[in-house]
């Protein structure tokens, strides 16, 4: 069982070019979830979704965006890539009233 | 607003020494607490969770937490340290009936021979 899997592992990006970060989750969780986490200030949260079709934003979406086309999949997109967002990536599901299960992280650097 | 607030950044203890790593909480509903710990280039691992009942929650690895209302604390402990349990560990609380949970700032724990 693979659980909730985050690809790539570390990417570096030029200021102003764009990628997306995938996620993909074998537990049939309704609830998606991603975090950025930076020294000091725990995880934040910048989308999640509910069910394929819906998703809303957390407290940091800004220079993101994602979709949710099916149960499984939830890829973030980063548009227009700046230092800001430099961080390492966390994504996670979850069923509804229960503890979220998290990918291993995606190291991002914007140079 | 909903809060969380883990005052030590960072801890030291011996090896074989007890450990408490402390979480207090602002939140208006009856809260879901939950401990997290993440090893060095790692996820985040569920060590315990607290949603009802006995206020003394029993998790993975000897960690065990207690819920004190009157102190909106949720303090995780181990009565014996060993040198694995060196990690970064998160306090969290979520919504009854609902998903988003706020995560503290994270204590990392160092382990001492």
């Known amino acids: 069982n693979a659980g909730v899997t985050q690809t790539p592992k570390f990417r570096i990006l030029k200021i102003g070019q764009s990628m997306t970060l995938q996620c993909a989750q074998d537990?049939?969780?309704?609830?998606m979830y991603w975090y950025r986490q930076d020294p000091g200030m725990g995880l934040k949260l910048i989308y999640y979704?509910?069910?394929?079709?819906?998703?809303d934003k957390g407290e940091v979406p800004n220079g993101y965006n994602v979709s949710r086309s099916t149960t499984e999949d939830f890829p973030l997109r980063l548009e227009l890539a700046a230092p800001s967002q430099t961080s390492v990536y966390f994504c996670?599901?979850?069923?509804?009233?229960?503890?979220?299960?998290f990918g291993q992280g995606t190291r991002l650097t914007v140079v | 607003a909903q809060s969380v607030t883990q005052p030590d950044i960072h801890i030291t203890v011996s090896e074989g020494a007890s450990l408490e790593l402390r979480c207090n909480y602002s939140?208006?509903?009856?809260?879901?607490l939950f401990w997290y710990v993440q090893s060095p280039g790692q996820g985040l691992q569920l060590l315990l969770k607290?949603?009802?009942?006995?206020?003394l929650v029993q998790g993975i690895k000897g960690f065990e937490a207690e819920f004190k209302r009157s102190q909106s604390s949720f303090n995780l402990r181990k009565p014996s340290v060993h040198w694995s349990d060196a990690a970064e560990y998160f306090c969290?609380?979520?919504?009854?009936?609902?998903?988003?949970?706020?995560f503290g700032a994270g204590t990392r724990l160092f382990v001492k021979a």
């Open positions: 996670a599901s979850s069923w509804r009233d229960t503890e979220a299960f």
């Open positions: 537990m049939n969780h309704n609830y």
């Open positions: 979704s509910v069910g394929a079709g819906i998703t």
């Open positions: 939140y208006g509903a009856t809260p879901y």
């Open positions: 607290y949603f009802s009942g006995d206020t």
């Open positions: 969290a609380v979520g919504e009854s009936g609902g998903f988003k949970t706020i």
